[in-house]
């Protein structure tokens, strides 16, 4: 996150759009505005943004929906909503939903900021977190297809005994498959071993 | 005459023999007849011939009378005329026939011409004045005629019938010897005839004439016999002057037939003169009875009762006229019809007033002025009613003053009924009206604070600043407006009435409502057609209205996906004027859908059921119209219909 983040803003009024960019702007943020929901669904794909401020309620597709699909297609995306009307279930099933704060408008620079903030840092733990998974994914990708057989029945807490006679070889091969895992993931413990396949979705065996 | 006794009569009577042919009527019969006897040996002529002189004397000197009571009955006295000239004529001949030398004959006789020259004038002017027919010319030239052979008959040596009576012989006439003259005949006698003639052929044209134009009894009548006795009369005389038969002069005894059917036409005509007399009168007591009912009819009417001339006179009006506008009966009578309206509303009247002459009839309601100057609203009747052939105007006033007063008081009710619903409507929507406020403060203040930020940065960029604050300036204009309109709908207030744009109208609903709409999830679709006439009304109730209709619009929706709430506003021009249309896509009418105008209708569970019964009664205050219909599809469609103002936009 060394260059500037990138704020996407989604509201059907054109004048709280203008005036919202402005604000962001001033506070040194780079900033897309989007009319309408589904303008943002079209152009999110090119445009990449790092968090998100979403009106609750837009003609058409409202921004409770918009989250709802943007979870559905695994986007994980910070979202600060901003409603004029809110009332609690609605901003309840906003943050169960994975929203990073709910505001009503008329809202202050103050409180959007901050919420901002939040969810800068939110977008920033989750891109970290995509690092690391990619770090892993990589490394996974390394392994033999023996390997990740091997890899499959360790997760699942056999012993290299159960192991050997699963795979119909010896015990000592096991061990040898065993160690070139360790080395190549860089996880010395089965309990890392275990909770980095469980990230990659790699599944234990029966 | 056989011996009659009382025992035989008893006898008879116990036998059964019946009255008529017993002997004791036979008796009385034989002595009435007897008595008949000797009367008549007391002379016939005698006795007809004074009979008829007395009849045609009395007959004359009634008719005189009754001439003498009613001048303009010509024909009377002309049958008086005619029946004594009879009388006189029976009188000669009666002397004539009695006439001892042929001297006395001649006098006689040549005095006889005066009688009959009356008889034959009056007789031509009574069939004149009777029938009121004949050419004037026969009628002229018969008096003409007999008036010179009167001339002549006083002239000539004996008479217009002889030149000389040289004797008189006596003939058995009615069983008694009468004189009759013999002598040598006058030839200007037959001028005498020819007036007879002339006679007869005045009367058959006269007859005709009559008979042709309908009167026939009267014609066949008079006419009739007028010609069988004056042909006879004729042919008799011609027969006895020129000595065809022996026979005495009767000419009177055919004037007498006459001057009898002339009397019975006569007489009829008193009879009915007198059926008439007698119905008239009954007639003047219904008419008097019908008055009193009138004039009673006239003062018990609760209000004004009036009839004019058609120049504006005050003719006639009822006691409550006077009571009512404390005017007195003299200082009314002088008054016209436009003293008592105002000056204003002359113009009204006087339309309505040539609108009753020309044969209409008017309802108005003008206020009347009061002795006291002021002025109490009447609802005025006028109808064209023809008195003596001249056009009157007659109507009634029923003083509406309380009436006016129900009416205004209804209408207020009704404002404020308008007015609660409206106020209960816009609390329903708080929520969006709130958005409404909070969206451009929440502009402004981002706006603001966006503006704080870059004036403390550097270079400052002014021109960003500017646009800012013009946002500001816009977006708080926004806001006021959404107040001003809140006001405008949650105040009670006078209605008023003003030129509208209906889509402008339509604008300013979708305006307030916006917000709401993006809460239920409904699109709107706005057809407005460009170019529509100005509409004449009260805006903030026709707004209400609309937005009842949205509202519903959206309700009838709920239960549908997003995507399938579609409501659409159209305007359009219309035949009655400009029509705003609500459709929307929702669970369409109920089973009446003329029903849902009722109050307390609903089929909302909270719902009360005055909506569209209010949205009913602005409409029709507008003198607008107000329905729905099912769409083909899905829905239903709810218009309006508003008239336009006269001055075209």
Redesign the interface.
Known sequence: MNILPTIGLVDDEPGMLKALQRLLNAEGFRVRAFGSASEFLQRFASETVDCLVLDVSMPGLTGLELQEQLNRAGARLPIVFLTGQGDIPMSVRAIKAGAVNFLTKPVTDADLLAALRAALAEARRFQDENRELAELRKQLDSLTPRELEVLRHVIAGKLNKQIASALGTGEQNIKVHRMRITAKMGLPSVAELVRAAERLGIKPVE | MPAYTESAALAEAEAGVAWWTSDAFAIQLELGLGYLYVFCRMSWVTVIWAMIVSACLMLSGVHVLVWLRQREELANLMFALLAAGTAGMAACELSMMHARTPEEYTTLLRWFHVPVWVAVVSLVGFIHFHQQAGRAWLAWATIGARTISLGINFLSAANINYREITSLQRIPFLGEPVSVPLGVPNPWMLLGQLSLLLLLAYVVDASLAAGWRGEKRPALLVGGSTTIFVAVGIAQAILVFWRVIPIPVTTSLFFTGLVMVMGYELSSRVLRAAQMARELRQREAELSRERALTEAVFDSVPGLLYLYTADGKFVRWNKQYGFRTGYTTTEMAKMTAADWFEPEDLETMRAGWSQVLAGGSITMELPVRMKDGSRVPYLLTGVRVFIDNQPHLVGIGIDIAHRKAMELEATRQRAELAHLSRVASLSELS??L??EL??????????A???Q??LS?EPLDLA?VRD?LA?IV??DRRAGEVIHRLRALLKGGEPKREPLTLNDLVEEVVALMR?D???R?V?LNLQLAAGLPLICGDRIPLEQVLMNLVSNGCDAMGAYPAAERQLTISTQKDEAGVKVSVRDAGCGLPPEPARMFESFFTTKPQGLGMGLAICRTIINTHGGKIWAEPNSDRGATFHVVLPCTKEHA
Do not use: V
């Open positions: 929520g969006s709130a958005h909070n969206q451009p403060l929440g502009i402004i203040l981002t706006n604070q966006a503006a930020r870059l940065r960003e800012i946002d816009s977006e917000s709409l993006i809460g999830g699109t």
